[in-house]
Protein backbone atom coordinates (compact mmCIF):
# COMPACT_ATOMS: atom_id res chain seq x y z
CA UNK A 1 0.00 0.00 0.00
CA UNK A 2 1.26 3.38 -0.38
CA UNK A 3 0.25 6.70 0.25
CA UNK A 4 -0.30 9.83 -1.74
CA UNK A 5 -0.23 13.69 -0.01
CA UNK A 6 -0.57 16.48 -2.42
CA UNK A 7 -0.88 19.83 -1.13
CA UNK A 8 -2.73 22.61 -3.09
CA UNK A 9 -2.79 26.25 -2.59
CA UNK A 10 -5.56 28.20 -3.61
CA UNK A 11 -6.38 31.99 -4.30
CA UNK A 12 -8.44 32.64 -0.65
CA UNK A 13 -11.45 33.33 -2.57
CA UNK A 14 -11.51 30.08 -4.52
CA UNK A 15 -11.11 28.06 -1.66
CA UNK A 16 -15.38 27.01 -1.44
CA UNK A 17 -14.95 26.11 -5.01
CA UNK A 18 -12.59 24.01 -4.82
CA UNK A 19 -14.54 22.31 -1.73
CA UNK A 20 -17.51 21.85 -3.46
CA UNK A 21 -15.63 19.84 -6.50
CA UNK A 22 -13.94 17.43 -3.77
CA UNK A 23 -17.54 17.18 -2.24
CA UNK A 24 -18.65 16.08 -5.59
CA UNK A 25 -15.76 13.97 -7.10
CA UNK A 26 -14.32 12.14 -3.44
CA UNK A 27 -17.22 9.44 -3.52
CA UNK A 28 -16.43 9.04 -6.74
CA UNK A 29 -12.54 8.83 -6.38
CA UNK A 30 -13.15 6.72 -2.78
CA UNK A 31 -15.08 3.89 -5.52
CA UNK A 32 -12.19 4.08 -8.12
CA UNK A 33 -10.37 0.25 -8.00
CA UNK A 34 -7.42 0.66 -6.11
CA UNK A 35 -8.45 3.56 -3.91
CA UNK A 36 -8.47 2.50 -0.20
CA UNK A 37 -9.30 6.21 1.39
CA UNK A 38 -9.59 9.54 1.09
CA UNK A 39 -9.44 12.75 3.22
CA UNK A 40 -8.89 16.74 2.74
CA UNK A 41 -7.14 18.55 5.03
CA UNK A 42 -7.02 21.95 5.29
CA UNK A 43 -4.69 24.18 7.15
CA UNK A 44 -5.49 26.87 9.96
CA UNK A 45 -5.60 30.46 9.68
CA UNK A 46 -3.68 32.38 8.35
CA UNK A 47 -2.76 30.00 5.58
CA UNK A 48 -6.65 28.82 5.38
CA UNK A 49 -6.18 28.49 1.77
CA UNK A 50 -3.80 25.60 1.63
CA UNK A 51 -5.23 21.98 0.81
CA UNK A 52 -4.10 18.55 1.04
CA UNK A 53 -5.72 15.48 -0.07
CA UNK A 54 -4.37 12.22 1.78
CA UNK A 55 -5.32 9.04 0.43
CA UNK A 56 -3.92 5.43 0.52
CA UNK A 57 -3.81 3.35 -2.85
CA UNK A 58 -3.06 -0.76 -3.20
CA UNK A 59 -0.02 0.53 -5.54
CA UNK A 60 1.68 2.64 -7.59
CA UNK A 61 0.17 1.27 -10.50
CA UNK A 62 -3.29 1.71 -8.99
CA UNK A 63 -2.43 5.33 -8.38
CA UNK A 64 -1.09 6.00 -11.80
CA UNK A 65 -4.25 4.46 -13.86
CA UNK A 66 -6.81 6.76 -11.47
CA UNK A 67 -4.34 9.60 -12.77
CA UNK A 68 -4.85 8.31 -16.46
CA UNK A 69 -8.72 8.06 -15.98
CA UNK A 70 -11.61 10.42 -17.08
CA UNK A 71 -12.41 10.98 -13.50
CA UNK A 72 -8.65 12.38 -12.66
CA UNK A 73 -8.23 14.49 -15.93
CA UNK A 74 -11.66 16.51 -15.71
CA UNK A 75 -11.35 16.98 -11.97
CA UNK A 76 -7.49 18.45 -12.38
CA UNK A 77 -8.59 20.26 -15.04
CA UNK A 78 -11.42 22.28 -13.16
CA UNK A 79 -9.20 22.06 -9.84
CA UNK A 80 -5.95 23.52 -11.00
CA UNK A 81 -7.22 26.82 -12.12
CA UNK A 82 -7.95 27.49 -8.74
CA UNK A 83 -4.62 27.88 -7.96
CA UNK A 84 -2.75 30.64 -6.34
CA UNK A 85 0.38 28.41 -6.43
CA UNK A 86 2.25 24.87 -8.21
CA UNK A 87 0.72 22.00 -6.28
CA UNK A 88 3.00 19.75 -4.40
CA UNK A 89 2.64 15.68 -4.26
CA UNK A 90 4.35 12.89 -2.36
CA UNK A 91 4.19 9.41 -2.44
CA UNK A 92 5.18 7.43 0.79
CA UNK A 93 4.84 4.11 2.19
Not at 15 to 29: G, R, T, Y
Not at 37 to 62: G, I, K, Y
Request: charged share 20%; proline share 5%; net charge positive.
Amino acid sequence: MIKRIVKMTFAPERVADFQAIFNASSPLIRAFPGCRHLELWQSLPPNDNVLFTFSHWDSEEALNHYRQSELFISTWARTKVLFAGKAEAWTVV
